[in-house]
């Protein structure tokens, strides 16, 4: 993928940003995140990770207990939502039902005060965008899950907004429906050159869509960044665990030789990976490595480790092998079904490794 | 229509399923319609008997009403009249007689009672011209038109007299024939005050109940869990005492009195209890819960994201109340309206023990012709209009708030 990430200009900027509902908990803690102009940033993270949290910060239905959003440098956080224009998408759409699609689209125009040909024309355009002329004067309940999803997003952008936030917009959607809206809405944010601040719970839709993404856990953003820098790149154990696959072997560091730190494994094997900040000798730590970086072979070679193989599956495209090491450790490698590479029986014995570079040595 | 063929088919198959099959679904029901038949069907049907049957004249004057179609008959008539009167007074239908004929014509009840002291056998055998001059005698009423007028009124067993009463078209004639003017009743107005007192206590209820039911149905803390307790509490005691305690409360020397006298705001106490006032007061306080708990259901089911939707759009905290939440909760409101507006035109308890004379509703009126006056054809005849009244009203808003209520997706 091209690096699209606009410079940061600082377009919307959360700063030391906590949020607490009844005053003890800390929902979100020290935010900081600056989002810029025209880019798709994903909000990614487990459930009750403060996302949507942070989202409703940003609309304006919940106010930061301290610290302070800003857009093009006004500070908003004090503003009611409907002051803001900023469009939002929710996660169940959140549709009047009372209204029809054409009406519900043409509500922030309407609110506005926007002359009714007005409205029409506009409405009738936005429609256009997402597909949806033919069912104008249909209501919300007589749509299906993809049509009511494209409505919410004309709704959300036929008053020209800036700034779109989406909650979850496809997580009610089968796989198939998603992926085609995955490709709309990325093409609608790039040629509305919209900010866009997506939540999802959805790691291969984060990576797919965005420009950036924010990894959540425990209301603290753990790792920003492109999809490339989060996949290939973890900074700490947590993200290397929530994105993608990865396997994590704990050991302690015996030995750090430059950039490559040695850590002994509970049954005394020693294993390279690469020193990251958390590093320290002596400390725990946890040596990341995808499954797809593991080289398996019947014969021994450099730095590899002996295994068993437990069971081995056939995806497709690729074969997925669960080997046990010595001690209590196993690891999943992950070959191309088409590859040279053995195909192994259950039981056999076979040697793993890895480039010391392909390891990451992360915090316990 | 054009079915499709498969609906045909279905159609058709459902009418082959035997009746055990069809009637399966209702079982569970069938207690509750055999309350319903017994308690309501059966009550139903006696008040419509009783409206509608008019049996004494008939019974007790076979004779004389062949000669009451003209207006005062000539001496044959009254010759059936006596003749009449002397076996009525022997099957001892002479009171209910009585009676009915004063319905009909003012001192028609003294009449009668006059004329039965001398129909004896001895008079009946008489000729008709002395006759006549007899039954003239005990009571001047019977040589004008309006007694006459009266029997020729009760001719069938069955008429729609009792129902033209309790619609309040003149049905009492003077002794000369003239409708009298002075009807005891004007049910009219009776009528009207019932709708205006139901629609005032509704309307009342509605604009208190509706922030209420607003906050109870969007708060989710402790304030919510409070108001709900509050809105129920009326439910703990009987109607009666909540009644009693408005007395307490509005009369002379009661609280509200001593609070206003003491906040300067009234020189002297002032008569709030037997006013329209202390009814309406009274009416909304009992029916406030019945207004608010369907508006709470309904409110509860609409989505809090749908007004910050609206508010995301640009709206403001008031329009999107007013554009997004409010036409969502008007189902509940037309449902709480219409509970309570039902309820309120059969109210008797309240407006008999703290309104005034001129606030007193139909089911006074039906209490006290069924109780006191024992008309039971007028009572009956005041409940059917009642009930058809409520069902008129009631039956396109129920039909409303079913569509809307089932309708949601
Ligand atoms: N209105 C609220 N009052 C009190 N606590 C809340 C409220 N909304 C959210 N929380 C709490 O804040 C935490 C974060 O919630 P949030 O909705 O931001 O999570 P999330 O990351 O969006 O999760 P999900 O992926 O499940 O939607 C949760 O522990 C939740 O219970
Ligand atoms: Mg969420």
């Keep these: 993928m091209l690096d699209r990430t606009p410079p940061d200009d600082g377009h ?17 803690r020290d935010l900081n995140l600056s989002i810029r102009k025209g880019e798709f940033l994903t909000l990614l993270g487990p459930s009750g990770s403060g996302k949507t949290t942070t989202l409703m910060m940003l609309a304006g239905f919940e106010y930061p207990s301290t610290g302070q959003i800003t857009i093009d440098g006004a500070p908003v956080h004090t503003m009611p939502p409907e002051k803001r224009n900023i469009g939002m998408v929710f996660q169940n759409y959140a549709l009047f039902p009372h209204m029809t699609v054409a009406e519900n689209v043409g509500y922030g125009l309407k609110v506005r005060r ?32 993809g049509q009511q999803q494209r409505v919410a997003l004309a709704r959300a952008l036929v008053f020209e907004p800036s ?16 992926e085609h809206l995955q490709f709309e809405i990325r093409q609608i944010a790039q040629r509305y050159n919209l900010t866009v601040v997506y939540v999802t719970h959805d790691q291969y839709e984060a990576l797919t869509m ?13 790792q920003l960044g492109s999809a490339e820098e989060i996949y290939a790149r973890p900074v700490n154990r947590f993200v290397a665990e929530f994105v993608g696959d990865n396997n994590c072997l704990k050991g302690r560091v015996t030995a750090i030789e430059g950039e490559i730190a040695h850590l002994r494994l509970q049954d005394g094997t020693v294993i390279r ?7 320290q000798l002596g400390a725990l730590s946890t040596a990341a490595i995808r499954p797809e970086a593991l080289r398996m072979d019947a014969a021994p070679f450099a730095g590899s480790l002996a295994a068993t193989v437990r069971d081995s599956i056939f995806c497709g495209d690729q074969i997925r092998t669960v080997v046990d090491l010595a001690g209590t450790e196993s690891l999943v490698v992950k070959s191309a079904a088409h590859s040279a590479a053995i195909h192994p029986e259950k039981g056999q014995c076979v040697h793993v490794g890895w480039a010391w570079e392909d390891a990451w040595a992360l915090d316990a | 229509m054009n ?19 069809r009637l399966g679904p209702v079982l569970p029901a069938l207690p509750m319609l055999a309350f319903l038949a017994l308690f309501l069907v059966v009550p139903l049907a006696i008040i419509g008997k009783t409206a509608l049957s008019d049996p004494e004249v008939s019974a007790a004057l076979p004779q004389a009403l062949a000669y009451a179609a003209d207006g005062v008959p000539d001496d044959a008539g009254f010759a059936a009249l006596v003749a009449d009167l002397v076996e009525a007074k022997k099957a001892g239908l002479m009171r209910p007689l009585a009676r009915r004929l004063e319905y009909g014509v003012a001192g028609g009840s003294a009449a009668v009672t006059d004329l039965a002291r001398i129909a004896d056998a001895e008079l009946a055998a008489q000729d008709p011209a002395a006759i006549r001059l007899a039954v003239t005698g005990s009571n001047p009423i019977w040589s004008q038109p309006g007694i ?45 005050r019932t709708i205006v007192i139901s629609l005032l206590v509704t309307g009342l209820t509605v604009v208190i109940g509706y922030p209420l039911a607003y906050v109870v149905a969007t708060s989710s803390g402790m304030i919510g869990k409070v108001l709900i307790f509050l809105v129920l509490l009326p439910f703990w005691t009987s109607l009666l005492v909540r009644t009693m305690s408005w007395i307490v409360v509005l009369q002379k020397n009661g609280v509200m009195n001593d609070l206003l006298l003491a906040g300067g705001l009234t020189a002297e106490p002032l008569p709030l209890l037997y006013t329209r006032f202390a009814t309406i007061l009274a009416m909304v306080q009992i029916q406030l819960p019945f207004t608010v708990l369907p508006m709470i259901s309904v409110m509860r089911a609409i989505p809090p994201s749908h007004v910050r939707a609206a508010r995301s759009m640009g709206a403001g905290p008031v329009s999107a109340h007013v554009s997004v939440f409010m036409p969502q909760a008007v189902p509940g409101i037309a449902a709480g309206a219409l509970l309570t507006f039902v309820l309120c035109l059969g109210f008797y308890l309240t407006p008999a023990l703290v309104g005034g004379p001129g606030d007193q509703m139909v089911s006074f009126f ?43 997706f």
């Design chain 1, 273 to 279: 990976a690469r020193a990251t900040g958390h590093v």
């Design chain 1, 210 to 222: 965005s420009d950036r993404i924010a990894i959540f856990n425990d209301g603290r953003v753990q």
């Design chain 2, 3 to 21: 079915l499709s063929p498969s609906a045909t088919s279905q159609t058709a198959r459902r009418q082959k399923a035997p009746l055990r099959h």
């Design chain 2, 148 to 192: 006459w007028q009266a029997i020729d009124q009760g001719a069938a067993p069955w008429s729609l007299f009792y129902l033209k009463w309790a619609l309040g078209v003149p049905v009492k004639a003077t002794p000369d024939g003239q409708p009298a003017s002075d009807g005891i009743h004007d049910f009219g107005t009776i009528y009207l």
């Design chain 1, 12 to 28: 919307v900027v959360l700063s030391s940003i906590t949020k607490s509902y009844d005053g003890s908990t800390l929902v979100v």
């Design chain 1, 114 to 145: 926007v002359p009714r040909a007005e409205i029409d024309r506009r409405v009738g355009a936005v429609l256009e965008t997402v597909h949806l002329s033919a069912l104008a004067d249909r209501r919300p309940g007589q749509l299906s899950g």
């Design chain 2, 366 to 408: 039906i209490a006290r012709f069924t109780n006191e006056q024992l008309n039971w054809g007028l009572a009956s005849a005041l409940s059917l209009v009642l009930i058809a009244g409520a069902t008129v009203i009631a039956l396109p808003l129920s039909r409303y708030v079913f569509r809307h209520s089932s309708g949601r």
């Design chain 1, 163 to 178: 700034i779109v936030l989406m909650d979850e917009p496809l997580g009610a959607l089968d796989k198939k429906l998603r």
